[in-house]
């Protein structure tokens, strides 16, 4: 049975118990920004089991990205979330390895590199600033 939240979420986003079976094991909010963003269960199951959910599928079927894109930047020890932040950035796995390798994670990476900045320039002003 749902939590009362979880009614009263469904129930706000027209969601019918049939809705709720269906898109199991996702919440109301998440079956929602699926459907808005014309994400089918499946889809959505697909993109749970490589670790990411709904706001990032949607971000990385936008990208045209594939599940294999989220299992080689898994498979290098980044997050499945990284893999859709550095599609959006245009980010390289190689770019993202180096920028790790040198002690930035990659929000910070990409942050840095959308302001124009190179890895020698952040390395650089990282040794000054320690």
């Known amino acids: 049975m749902a939590e009362p939240t979880e009614d009263a979420d469904a129930h706000a986003y027209g969601l019918t118990p049939d809705d709720l079976r269906?898109?199991?094991p996702f919440t109301?909010?998440?079956i929602h920004?699926?459907?808005t963003h014309g994400l089918t269960p499946s889809v959505a199951r697909q993109w749970a089991l490589e670790g990411l959910h709904?706001?990032?599928a949607v971000r990385?079927?936008?990208?045209s990205m594939t599940t294999e894109d989220t299992r080689r930047w898994t498979a290098a020890h980044f997050a499945p979330s990284d893999a859709v932040e550095a599609a959006e950035m245009d980010i390289s796995l190689d770019v993202?390895?180096?920028w790790r390798?040198?002690?930035f994670i990659l929000p910070d990476a990409a942050l840095l590199i959308e302001d124009g900045w190179t890895l020698g320039e952040a390395i650089a002003v990282a040794r000054v600033a320690r």
């Open 33 to 35: 920004w699926a459907r």
């Open 60 to 63: 990385a079927v936008a990208l």
């Open 101 to 103: 390798e040198a002690g």
């Open 22 to 24: 269906d898109w199991a």
């Open 54 to 56: 709904v706001c990032d």
């Open 28 to 30: 109301p909010v998440e």
């Open 96 to 98: 993202a390895i180096a």
